[in-house]
Each structure stands twice: as structure tokens, then as C-alpha cells.
């Protein structure tokens, strides 16, 4: 049987965005398709870049450096966002190179983030983590801190747009999309950072703008 071609399995994830969108009443052009490209290799990125997409992923700075320079020779208007953790020692260079920064859930990141971009003279949009679920082995700021490192982001005047969540695996996402959402709105914030390749349509009826969609995009990883 064959495989779906890379921009057979783009459309097919446009088509449910936007079933899902109809579904909530909005439109899908309010939700940005990130296609996580984190371990996927230059010549499993260029078809979906010839199919025309723009929004691209990455999890490490460091992978981020060695793949994208070159792919965006090819393709300057190509969009790229940072998903992973950040460490604080590498935020000159994440500055340098993404476009939005999905990650920043602690005070020593954001005085980092802020000095970066005075230094390197770009301004990312910053999304704050939220550790939705409260769990110790994952990264985010804790729901309850959340309103003190938004305050402290926005003194420093990072361009902070929204939040961002992954909640916890095997459990029904919806109540933690609502929270984020609610969260957001709490605090002013229009961007949702949420969703991933099983529970993006879901994202999209509580009102994700960005979904992160990797296998779903790509195909299983080896």
C-alpha cells in the first residue's frame, strides 16, 4: 500500500483543523499549523517546504543550527519556533535563530531572554509555559506562579503573546485546553500554544491558535 505523499498528509491535517474549527464556530485560519520537524532530517523537511508550508518547530537550539541556516536559503520566509526547553546559557542563540519561543516558564529565563534581545537586536513572540497538569517531571511554570512570571515577563518587555501547555499523556485533554484557555484570558493573552499530533483537533474546538503537529505531519519516526 502506499505511503500518504508529505503534502497529502499536509492537507489532510489542514482539512481537519478546519472540521474542527467549524465545529466551534471559528475560523480556521485562527490556528497556525507548527509542523514539529525536531529529529527529522533535511530531505524529510524540504517536500512539506515545497508544498508550501511555512512553520516549522524545533525542540534544541543546537539541532536548530545545524539543519535550518540551509533550509532557509531556500525558503527566507520560512518561520521557525522553539518548543523545547531552553537553557538560560543559550538565549543569544535562540534569539539569533527562532522566530517564537514557546518555552519560557521561569524568572532566570526571562532576565536571559530580555538581555538577549537587547543584545542580538530581535524581539521573538514568547509564549509562558504552563505545567497544566502539575506534574514534577515536566516543564512550566506552575499554575499558581503563573500571574507573577507573566507580570515580571511583561517588566521586562518581552513581547509575551500567549501561553502554552502539554497536558498530561493518557488522560483526557479538553479540561486542561479549557484551563489554558481560561488562563490566558485571565491575564489578556490571545495566543494558545497547544495541541499536539493526538489531541490537536480537540485544541482547535477550545481555541488553539498554534497546534504542534509532528507525526501526524511527517509519518512515524523509525
Known amino acids: 500500500m502506499r505511503l500518504p505523499e508529505p503534502a497529502d498528509r499536509l492537507a489532510a491535517i489542514h482539512a481537519r483543523i478546519a472540521a474542527a474549527?467549524?465545529?466551534?464556530?471559528?475560523?480556521?485560519?485562527?490556528?497556525?499549523?507548527i509542523g514539529v520537524s525536531k529529529t527529522q532530517p533535511p530531505e524529510a523537511i524540504t517536500p512539506l517546504i515545497d508544498a508550501g508550508h511555512r512553520i516549522f518547530a524545533e525542540n534544541r537550539v543546537q539541532e536548530a543550527q545545524a539543519k535550518w541556516p540551509a533550509l532557509r536559503e531556500a525558503a527566507p520566509d520560512i518561520a521557525l519556533h522553539l518548543i523545547g526547553q531552553l537553557q538560560s546559557n543559550k538565549a543569544d542563540d535562540a534569539?539569533?535563530?527562532?522566530?517564537?519561543?514557546?518555552?519560557?516558564?521561569?524568572?532566570?529565563?526571562?532576565?536571559?531572554?530580555?538581555?538577549?534581545?537587547?543584545?542580538?537586536?530581535?524581539r521573538p513572540d514568547c509564549f509562558i509555559q504552563v505545567n497544566i497538569g502539575d506534574e514534577p517531571q515536566k516543564g512550566g511554570v506552575p499554575t499558581a506562579d503563573l500571574a507573577a512570571l507573566v507580570a515580571e515577563a511583561r517588566a521586562a518587555d518581552l513581547p509575551v503573546t500567549g501561553l502554552m501547555c502539554i497536558?498530561?499523556?493518557?488522560?483526557?485533554?479538553?479540561?486542561?485546553?479549557?484551563?489554558l484557555a481560561k488562563l490566558a484570558a485571565d491575564h489578556g493573552l490571545g495566543g494558545l500554544s497547544m495541541g499536539m499530533s493526538g489531541d490537536f483537533e480537540t485544541a482547535v474546538t477550545l481555541g488553539a491558535t498554534h497546534v504542534r503537529v509532528g507525526t501526524a505531519l511527517f509519518g512515524a519516526r523509525a
Not at 497536558?167 to 484551563?179: C, G, S, V
Open 21 to 33: 474549527a467549524a465545529l466551534a464556530r471559528r475560523n480556521p485560519a485562527e490556528t497556525q499549523l
Open 95 to 122: 534569539i539569533a535563530l527562532f522566530d517564537a519561543i514557546h518555552s519560557v516558564d521561569r524568572s532566570s529565563l526571562v532576565t536571559a531572554l530580555a538581555r538577549a534581545m537587547d543584545k542580538v537586536g530581535r
Open 167 to 179: 497536558p498530561p499523556t493518557d488522560i483526557e485533554p479538553a479540561p486542561y485546553f479549557a484551563l
